[in-house]
Each structure stands twice: as C-alpha cells, then as structure tokens.
C-alpha cells in the first residue's frame, strides 16, 4: 500500500520539506482527479517546495486552479509563454508555479 511504498517513506523523514521540486504534467484535465491532486500537493511540499504545473487547455483544467483558489493553502504565480518557459510551438500552454502560503 502507500503507507510502505518508498515514496511515502522518503515523504516521511525529518525533512520540512520532503522535495524540493514537484513536476505536475498535464494532470489537471480530468476534473475527478482534482481533490486526489489537492492533497498529493498539500501533503508531499513543504514550506520551501516549488510545484511546476504545465497543461494545454482543456474542458476543467481551469477548474483545478479555482480549487486552489478556494482551498486559500498555496500561492499560484502563472509563468508567461515565451518569456518564462518555451511553448516549443504548441497552443494554448499554461503553466504554473505554486508554493505553500506561508501562514
């Protein structure tokens, strides 16, 4: 189960921050999986962990980030195409970087 898995095993270790970077690719289309999305992201970061989202444009994908609006926990900066990141020619490419708001 996950309680054992080595993931949550290095998650649990003294650290405040068990990663330093997360990486969230094109997982935000699929509005069922928000709430599942939420908690990996509250649950794996610390206070000094940076979440880079990256999704093309789909039907939910916004809906995600009103979660994180409502949810008040995390700090979103949207990242400009061609001055933050490189589309590398697609449409449509957003992406994000979120932190813990620090309470």
């Known amino acids: 189960g996950l309680a054992a898995s080595p993931l949550t095993q290095e998650a649990a270790g003294d650290s405040d921050s068990p990663f330093d970077f997360v990486i969230a690719a ?3 289309y699929l509005e069922e999986t928000h709430d599942l999305l ?3 992201i509250e649950h ?3 206070p000094s962990t940076v979440v880079y989202t990256v999704f093309i444009n789909r039907p939910f ?3 995600f980030f009103a979660r994180l609006h409502d949810s008040g926990r995390l700090e979103v900066h949207q990242l400009e195409d061609g001055t933050d990141f490189d589309p590398c020619g697609l449409e449509e490419v ?3 970087r979120l932190t813990l708001k620090i309470t």
């Open 26 to 28: 094109e997982l935000v």
């Open 94 to 96: 957003h992406m994000h």
């Open 44 to 46: 794996f970061c610390g």
């Open 61 to 63: 994908s916004w809906a």
């Open 38 to 40: 939420l908690w990996s």
